[in-house]
């Protein structure tokens, strides 16, 4: 992915790619986002998903245990998603990250599946191809190939 929209997501999600310029030693995100730019739109809507599920559910748990009158189940912390690695393989997004919940692996799971259908590299419609490099691309980039 290009330089600007690197910084993009960086900026906007400082929390979720904190270790964005960490040495090689302690993660694979030094290299920074490994896809083209298409699936950018997919990337920044899956991190707005998970940090607003990470805030609201704990400052809901944090309210629920100061004062809760109607005995409402607590829900449990959700720890911060720090990603590791962002990278196309087989054809598809892959999101490594560490922390979240059920319902963040339910939204990454689906982000990936997206990717299936949209072009890595300008995000019209696509669809998988390739026999020995699969790739997801828009018939105009599936026939620059």
């Given at each position: 992915m290009n330089e600007i929209l690197d910084k993009k997501l960086c900026e906007a999600y400082p929390k979720i790619f904190v270790n964005r310029n960490a040495s090689v030693q302690t993660t694979a995100m030094c290299?920074?986002?490994?896809?083209?730019?298409?699936?950018y739109n997919i990337i920044n809507n899956l991190c707005r998903c998970i940090q607003h599920h990470i805030d609201t559910t704990n400052e809901l748990r944090e309210l629920l245990l100061e004062e809760n009158p109607y005995n409402i189940q607590i829900p449990d912390f959700v720890q911060q998603v720090v990603?590791?690695?962002?990278?196309?393989?087989?054809?598809?997004?892959?999101?490594?990250?560490?922390?979240?919940d059920e319902f963040i692996l339910g939204l990454v799971t689906m982000a990936e599946m997206m990717t299936g259908v949209t072009c890595?590299?300008?995000?019209?419609?696509?669809?998988?191809?390739?026999?020995?490099?699969?790739?997801?691309?828009?018939?105009?980039?599936?026939?620059?190939?």
């Amino acid at each position: 992915m290009n330089e600007i929209l690197d910084k993009k997501l960086c900026e906007a999600y400082p929390k979720i790619f904190v270790n964005r310029n960490a040495s090689v030693q302690t993660t694979a995100m030094c290299w920074g986002f490994q896809h083209g730019d298409g699936w950018y739109n997919i990337i920044n809507n899956l991190c707005r998903c998970i940090q607003h599920h990470i805030d609201t559910t704990n400052e809901l748990r944090e309210l629920l245990l100061e004062e809760n009158p109607y005995n409402i189940q607590i829900p449990d912390f959700v720890q911060q998603v720090v990603a590791e690695q962002v990278k196309e393989k087989f054809g598809t997004l892959r999101f490594y990250y560490t922390g979240g919940d059920e319902f963040i692996l339910g939204l990454v799971t689906m982000a990936e599946m997206m990717t299936g259908v949209t072009c890595e590299e300008c995000g019209a419609p696509g669809h998988t191809q390739g026999a020995n490099w699969f790739r997801t691309v828009c018939d105009i980039h599936g026939e620059k190939k």
